[in-house]
């Protein structure tokens, strides 16, 4: 195997978190000359199906990846007891440095995560103290795979190990959101954060947004695997789409009378169509649908129906790219591609995954056939494009947890 194809090969497996924490406690170490007193990993996630739907109350069906931020922290040792944090990071080259007393919550940039989730600390009446931290990142920015969650949820976990703390998993998740929220400007819903927070080896996580609660799915069929693939394209600029479609959503629901649009079956929503108008019943229409293709695929799912879920996730697709609105035509051309392999080819269903406007799509695949998969539809959108994709496989991993020495 020559470097080249090791290299795509690391690329295409899930990258070894021992490694990961190896390489930055190292490094904590030489920059800062004392070793790290902690470590915290957490994952991204992918959605399988359920998008847009949590800030509906909705359900929606995620997995933690195997790709995880990694944060070492320690005391600095000259303890000027200012409560100042340092932060560097790995990915980026850079170090910024805040008092805890001034986060200020306006100022948007790599440290918003962090600095949001200080502050969800100190309204929790916990002071995190002077701090040394150093963030590394396996988790690709911009692919809409919670690459600003995993960060948050990391921190958390992190200073909870400082402050000798535990919070509740889901009131980790929402100290998460809302730093998201308030720090860095966007109205997410739950799913992100908790997915990171509360994944589990092997499992989905069947998420109830309005409970706040999880059940746990297996995914365990040998012949079914996990493939996701970038477009390695954004497009939303100026981040205005997707509060835009937030507030739709709420409208839709102020107008039919209800808390949320999960209270609304397709059958009623089709009953008071005329109360919408055109854009609101679309906006609707998809996230009403989805709700329902969400259980019905993770029903699927454990029947081993992989058909059922395959047709459900091209119609998830289909949903969020004409009623939604929230596809792309890079996005597209993936599914397209896909879904001409079909499942003949070894392509169970597709779909794009996440806020949408670029990022990757996410497929099933069987098992042993991902690769080829993987490169037809590199060629292919390569083709059409003229855009290189990018591909991995995972397995459901497990969430945010303190790393032991
Ligand atoms: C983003 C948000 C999530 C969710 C998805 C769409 O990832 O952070 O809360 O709304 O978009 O499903």
Redesign the pocket.
């Known amino acids: 195997m020559n470097s080249d194809s090791h290299a795509a090969d690391e690329q295409f497996l899930a990258p070894s978190l021992n490694e990961q924490v190896t390489k930055v406690r190292r490094s904590y170490e030489d920059l800062f000359g004392a070793p790290a007193e902690w470590v915290a990993a957490a994952p991204g996630r992918v ?1 399988l199906i359920g ?5 509906n109350a909705g359900f ?1 069906f995620p997995l933690a990846i195997e790709r995880y931020v990694v944060i070492a922290g320690g005391r600095p040792a000259t303890a000027a007891g200012d409560g100042r944090i340092r932060v560097s990071s790995m990915l980026l080259g850079q170090t910024a440095e805040f008092p805890v007393e001034r986060l200020e919550p306006q100022r948007r940039d790599w440290t918003s995560y962090i600095r949001g989730v200080v502050a969800g600390f100190l309204e929790r009446g916990v002071t995190p103290g002077a701090l040394n931290l150093l963030v590394d990142s396996q988790v690709p920015l911009g692919g ?1 795979l ?1 690459s600003s969650a995993a960060l948050e949820v990391a921190t958390a976990t992190l200073l909870e190990a400082a402050t000798k703390t535990q919070l509740d998993p889901v009131d980790k998740a929402r100290l998460c959101q809302k730093a998201e929220h308030q720090y860095a400007g ?1 109205p ?5 954060q908790f997915s990171s927070a509360l994944g589990a080896p092997g499992k989905l996580l069947l998420i109830d947004c309005r409970t706040e609660t999880a059940e746990l799915v297996a995914l365990d069929d040998p012949s079914v695997a996990v493939l996701v693939i970038n477009t390695n394209v954004k497009h939303e600029l100026t981040g205005s789409e ?1 509060p835009e479609r937030r507030s739709q959503c709420e409208q839709a629901a102020r107008l039919l009378g209800v808390p949320a649009l999960r209270d609304v079956s397709t059958r009623d929503l089709e009953g008071r169509k005329s109360e919408l108008d055109p854009l609101l019943y679309r906006r609707a229409r998809h996230v009403v649908g989805e709700i329902e293709r969400t259980l019905q695929a993770a029903k699927a799912l454990q029947a081993g129906d992989w058909p059922l879920v395959g047709q459900l996730m091209y119609a998830s697709h289909a949903s969020l790219r004409d009623d939604y609105e929230v596809s792309c035509p890079e996005l597209d051309v993936l599914v397209e591609l896909a879904q001409e392999i079909g499942s003949g080819g070894g392509v169970i269903g597709a779909r794009m995954t ?2 949408g406007f670029g990022g990757c799509i996410v497929a099933l695949v069987r098992s042993g056939r991902e690769r080829e998969i993987a490169d037809r539809i590199g060629r292919g959108y390569k083709q059409r494009t003229g855009i290189e994709a990018t591909a991995f496989v995972t397995r459901p991993a497990r969430g945010a947890h303190i790393i032991q020495p």
């Open positions: 959605n998008e847009h739907t949590d800030y929606v809409g919670s966007m997410c819903g739950i799913m992100d997707y996440g806020g």
